[in-house]
């Protein structure tokens, strides 16, 4: 799924390093599901790729943030290569009056 960067952020954090999901994929397996997502940095523009097995929880928090309408919320997702940990949440995203 290609998530709506403006409307409906949904942002990755690989090992404390920010990015902007672009797309995302999910194959069930036994027990947990395997989440690959294309990313961008958005402070280089430089692209990338990350692959969790996580659990099936996460996507199908996702997928209801993204069958919503617009929230004013970003979706977040930290994933801990070192302790082998995902989590999530949403967050209020700060309306800039510009």
Do not use: C
């Amino acid at each position: 799924m290609s998530p709506d960067p403006v409307d409906k952020p949904i942002l990755l954090s690989l090992d404390g390093r920010g990015f902007h999901v672009l797309r995302y994929s999910a194959i069930p397996e036994e027990a947990m599901t395997r989440l690959s997502f294309e990313l961008v940095d958005p402070n280089t523009g430089e692209g990338a790729s990350a692959e969790a097995v996580v659990d099936r929880k996460l996507i199908e928090d996702l997928n209801s943030f993204r069958s919503q309408g617009s929230t004013g919320k970003a979706f977040l997702i930290w994933i801990d290569t070192e302790k082998g940990e995902v989590s999530w949440q949403l967050r209020k995203v700060p309306d800039f009056d510009l």
